[in-house]
């Protein structure tokens, strides 16, 4: 389980969280939604410990984030995985490496357990065959992928993904979408994803949090989104007038 | 102003601190000094041996015009040659011409790392990445700077040679007496001892400059150039100190 308590987050005078309060539990996958600028990737990165808070706490189940030392901050980030915006994946290395880095750099398995291990990951995400190519050789929706891949190595215990969907098209992105939710039900994963792709909040919110200006403004499942009378979470979710009359038309049909 | 100064010289420190660290994994970072050691020896053998070339060839063309109508024999071109080569052509031209070739890539390398969430990716898995991305530099930089300083001088002074023997400027044998002529040892050891020095700063302060890149292209622009013009302001006061603590 991890914990948010009231995170304030502030640069050069201007706040960007105004004390956000959420909880966020295994087995589940968590959205966090919002517009453009409304704080969610500084509130990813926070969650993550890649930036402090100016105000507020961070826990790891009863453990205290932003309180441990860099050895102990090491050890808790050995059970986090992280599925980045634009992948991140290492230019230099195949798809293989990619996936081996971390079991490289923090196990002590031989080479042909590592690579059975970077088989089994690469198996899971539907990439069989990739592993001799490097990521400038593959499509945006294989390195997403791969990244996922290389996400789940060390078998973490909780998931990030920060717009797992940008730059896929829909077909793709749903794939994404299914893939990241069955993992985290597969292992009891804590998952946590920044999104402002409503197929995703529609698909997989089994905890949806919506940030506003910096707060959170309204927290509930994917089948609240569409009863809710926040008007915020109406306005941001519900855009087009499409996508209006669509609403009123299933709220009519019950 | 001067704040700024310090507290850039402040977090330079506290980089370097956080550089030389315990390894997670010595073998990942063996493999990462070993193609550093190849990107930085091996592909800069080219450059390295062009410029020690003219470097050699200019210096025993100059002298010797310089030397037209004194009464300092001719000969002395070669003593001239080599030790300008040792003293300072070697160790600090080519460290300059390194920071330019070496440094800005690094700078690059890392600032494009930072901006594509590479070094966040690593961070995250627990990796010290100031300790796996620049260590490797620095040590790769501190062996392989040396020895191609090394060559450096060698080439220089043949291209004095180049320059002068088929010339008909002076023949093979006053060159070579020049060249053996008041030959010091310790000239030797303040090269290397320059190209040390040199070679430790022409990666950490490019390192320093890409680890911290902020923004898009324009501030990767900008960390490269700093990376260059920095590191070569370092390297020639650098050069001065060492000129004055060694020879004096």
Redo the contacts between chains.
């Keep these: 389980m991890i914990r948010a308590e009231n995170i304030f987050k502030e640069f050069d005078g201007h706040e960007v969280l105004k004390g956000v309060s959420m909880e966020f539990n295994p087995g589940k996958t968590n959205l966090i939604i919002g517009r453009s600028g409304a704080g969610k990737t500084v509130f990813l990165k926070i969650l993550v410990g890649l930036m402090e808070p100016s105000a507020g706490k961070i826990w790891y189940d009863k453990i205290d984030f932003f309180s441990l030392n860099k050895k102990q901050a090491r050890a808790i980030r050995l059970e986090v995985g992280m599925l980045f915006q634009g992948s991140a994946l290492f230019d230099s290395m195949k798809v293989e490496e990619n996936v081996r880095f971390p079991l490289d750099m923090f196990t002590t398995h031989t080479l042909a357990e590592k690579n059975k291990r970077v088989d089994s990951c690469l198996e899971r995400v539907g990439l069989v065959g990739a592993h001799k190519k490097y990521p400038s050789e593959i499509s945006g929706g294989m390195q997403k992928r791969v990244g996922i891949a290389r996400a789940i190595a060390m078998a973490p215990k909780y998931l990030f993904c920060d717009e797992p969907n940008s730059g896929l098209d829909p077909r793709t992105a749903l794939l994404i979408d299914e893939l990241i939710q069955d993992i985290t039900y597969e292992h009891n994963m804590t998952t946590i994803i920044n999104t402002h792709d409503m197929n995703s909040v529609m698909e997989i919110g089994d905890n949806i949090a919506y940030l506003h200006e910096g707060r959170l403004v309204w927290q509930g499942s994917k089948e609240d989104v569409l009863t809710s009378d926040n008007e915020l979470l109406q306005g941001f979710i519900f855009a087009s007038p499409f996508l209006q009359r669509l609403r009123s038309a299933a709220l009519k049909q019950g | 102003m001067i704040f700024n100064l310090l507290y850039h010289i402040g977090r330079y420190i506290m980089l370097l601190k956080q550089t030389f660290s315990r390894p ?2 010595l ?2 970072y063996w493999k990462e000094t070993m193609r550093q050691m190849e990107d930085i020896g091996i592909g800069s053998l080219i450059i390295v041996v062009l410029i020690s070339v003219f470097m050699g060839a200019v210096a025993a063309v100059q002298f010797s015009y310089q030397l037209d109508g004194t009464l300092v024999p001719r000969w002395y071109i070669g003593y001239i040659v080599r030790d300008l080569a040792i003293i300072e052509s070697a160790p600090t031209i080519t460290c300059l011409v390194l920071a330019g070739k070496v440094g800005s890539n690094m700078a690059a390398e890392l600032g494009t790392m930072r901006q ?3 070094i ?2 690593m ?5 010290n990445t100031a300790a796996y991305l620049i260590l490797p530099k620095i040590i790769a930089a501190v062996f392989m700077i040396p020895l191609l300083v090394t060559l450096s001088g060698y080439v220089a002074i043949g291209g004095g040679f180049l320059a002068t023997v088929p010339t008909g400027t002076l023949s093979a044998d006053e060159y070579e007496r020049g060249l053996r002529a008041f030959f010091l040892p310790h000239n030797v050891t303040m090269m290397y001892v320059k190209a040390v020095v040199f070679a430790f700063i022409l990666t950490t302060v490019p390192c320093f400059q890409g680890y911290y890149v902020k923004g898009g292209n324009i501030e990767l622009g900008k960390a490269s150039t700093n990376a260059v013009v920095y590191s070569n302001i370092m390297i020639l006061l650098a050069d001065y100190l060492l000129a004055v603590l060694l020879t004096g």
Excluded at chain 2, 123 to 127: E, N, Q
């Design positions: 997670e994994n073998s990942m594509k969430e590479h966040d990716a961070d995250l898995m627990g990796v």
